[in-house]
């Protein structure tokens, strides 16, 4: 009699061996590659700067709301006019639909984005190369939220030094910022 199959049970590795540590450093890489800001995000806004000047903190909410937010819509309304109906949505749809509600999730509670309302913070971004994502952690932040448009909070208070000429004038004068 031949054996019976039996199904494939998971390998278990213990927690101590190398291939553990191996599938553990893999892991980490794949979540900080995931949840890194890319530089195209830099990107964008490095493109969305006006020619002169800085903008202003309505300009900047905008930005994000209109342009950054929206900016799968196209591809997320292609990929559902694809689908017959009946059909369980394309892996590319639900990653879209993921980075969408994420992206509008952190919007709402307080999204972390360059000061470009800064005078001397838009400067320096300027001057940046768009290949060394390390220059921009020199850079000044404020996290912004949809709920609270007009109270940006400060998120880094030590970045370049013209950058931080002074602490009171935030965001184009602004001495609500704190």
């Known amino acids: 009699m031949a054996p019976s199959k039996s199904t494939k049970k998971a390998k278990v590795f213990h927690p101590d061996s190398r291939k553990a540590a191996q599938l553990a450093r893999t892991q980490l ?3 900080k590659l995931s949840d890194a800001r890319s530089p195209d995000v830099y990107g964008f806004f490095y493109h969305s700067l006006p020619p002169e000047g800085v903008l202003s903190l309505q300009e900047l909410h905008s930005l994000v709301r209109d342009v950054w937010l929206t900016r799968h819509d196209h591809e997320l309304e292609e990929e ?3 689908r017959r109906k ?6 590319k749809e639900v ?3 993921e980075i969408k509600l994420r992206e509008s999730e952190e ?4 999204m972390e984005v ?3 309302t ?4 838009v400067e ?3 001057k940046w190369d768009q290949t060394e994502a390390a220059y921009v952690q020199m850079l000044r932040f404020i996290r912004i939220t949809s709920t609270d448009p007009t109270h940006p909070s400060l998120r880094q208070t030590d970045p370049h030094p013209s950058a931080n000429e002074s602490a009171t004038n935030v965001g184009s004068g602004d001495p609500m910022l704190t």
């Not at 009946?86 to 892996?91: D, V, W």
């Not at 919007?107 to 307080?110: E, K, L, Q, S, V």
């Not at 800064?118 to 913070?121: L, P, Q």
Request: net charge positive; aromatic share 6%.
């Open 118 to 121: 800064h005078t001397a913070n």
């Open 114 to 116: 360059l000061d470009l």
């Open 86 to 91: 009946g059909r369980p949505k394309s892996t």
């Open 80 to 82: 559902r006019s694809a």
């Open 95 to 97: 990653k879209l639909e």
């Open 29 to 31: 890489r794949k979540n």
């Open 124 to 126: 320096l971004f300027r």
């Open 107 to 110: 919007y709402r509670t307080g």
